[in-house]
C-alpha cells in the first residue's frame, strides 16, 4: 500500500493534463476570451482538466437535475451540461450579469443553452427559490468562499439519495493548513464541518486548487 503522498510537479501535472482527453476548440476559446477580456478575474475559472472531470462525472451518475453555484464565464457549466442526461437540465445561480454574459454566449455556441437556466441574485436568496423536496443529483459550489456553508444547508435537503456536491477550492493552494485570510479560515472551518455531517460520504481530491466530492446518503 502506498501511503507517501506525491508532489505534483509542473512537469508532472502537465503529463497529467496531456494524458486526459484534450479541451475541444470551444474550451480552448472561452478560456482565451476570459483571459483576455478579464485578466484579473480569470483566475477564477475552473482548471481545463477540472472541466473534464465535471463532465466525465457528470455523465458517470447520469444526472438529470443538477445545480450550480458561481457560474462566472461559464467554463463550468459548459462542462455540467454537456454531461447531462437526456432531458437533464441544470440551474445556475450567480451574481453577475456581466461574467455570466459571456457564459451565455458559450452556451449557444456548444448547443446547450436549453439545458441551463440562469438565476442572477445573491446565491443565499436565490436557492431558497428552489423546490423543498429531495430532487437534485448533482450540485457543484464554487462562489464566494464565505457562503458555502450556507450554500451547503440549502442544497443538502435537495439532493436525492445518492446524490453527490462537488465543492471547488477546498485546499486554497495549501493554505487550508495555516490560513492566512478570511476566504482560507472559510474553508478550513467547512471542511470540517462538512467532515463533521452525518448525512454524507466525503472524499477530498487533490484536482486543481482541491475538489470535496459528498455523496448525499
Ligand atoms: C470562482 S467564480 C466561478 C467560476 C466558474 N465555476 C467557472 O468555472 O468559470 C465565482 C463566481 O461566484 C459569483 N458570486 C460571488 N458571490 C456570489 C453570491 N453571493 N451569489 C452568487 N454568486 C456569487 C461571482 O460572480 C463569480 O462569477
Same mark, same amino acid.
Do not use: I
Given at each position: 500500500m502506498t501511503t507517501k503522498p506525491l508532489p505534483l510537479t509542473p512537469e508532472l501535472h502537465a503529463y497529467l493534463v496531456a494524458h486526459g482527453s484534450a479541451p475541444d476548440e470551444i474550451v480552448r476559446e472561452l478560456t482565451e476570451e476570459t483571459r483576455a477580456a478579464l485578466p484579473a478575474e480569470a483566475g477564477m475559472q475552473v482548471a481545463p482538466e477540472q472541466a473534464a472531470f465535471l463532465t466525465f462525472l457528470t455523465r458517470l451518475l447520469g444526472v438529470r437535475q443538477a445545480v450550480e453555484v458561481g457560474t462566472f464565464t461559464g467554463l463550468s457549466s459548459l462542462a455540467i451540461a454537456r454531461g447531462l442526461a437526456d432531458g437533464g437540465r441544470l440551474t445556475c445561480f450567480d451574481i453577475s450579469e456581466e461574467y455570466t454574459g459571456i457564459a451565455r454566449r458559450y452556451w449557444t455556441r456548444a448547443g446547450v443553452q436549453d439545458r441551463i437556466e440562469l438565476r442572477i441574485g445573491p446565491a443565499a436568496e436565490t436557492l !431558497? +427559490? %428552489? #423546490? !423543498? +423536496? !429531495?430532487? %437534485?443529483?448533482f450540485a457543484f459550489i464554487d462562489a464566494d468562499k464565505v457562503g458555502y456553508p450556507v450554500y451547503w444547508d440549502e442544497l443538502v435537503p435537495r439532493m436525492r439519495s445518492g446524490a453527490v456536491i462537488a465543492v471547488d477550492n477546498t485546499l486554497r493552494g495549501g493554505r487550508? %493548513?495555516? #490560513?492566512?485570510d478570511a476566504d482560507d479560515r472559510a474553508i478550513a472551518a467547512f471542511n470540517d464541518e462538512v467532515l463533521a455531517d452525518v448525512r454524507v460520504d466525503v472524499v477530498m481530491l487533490s484536482i486543481a486548487d482541491g475538489v470535496t466530492l459528498a455523496r448525499v446518503r
Open positions: !431558497r +427559490e %428552489l #423546490p !423543498r +423536496e !429531495r430532487h %437534485l443529483d487550508v %493548513l495555516a #490560513p492566512q
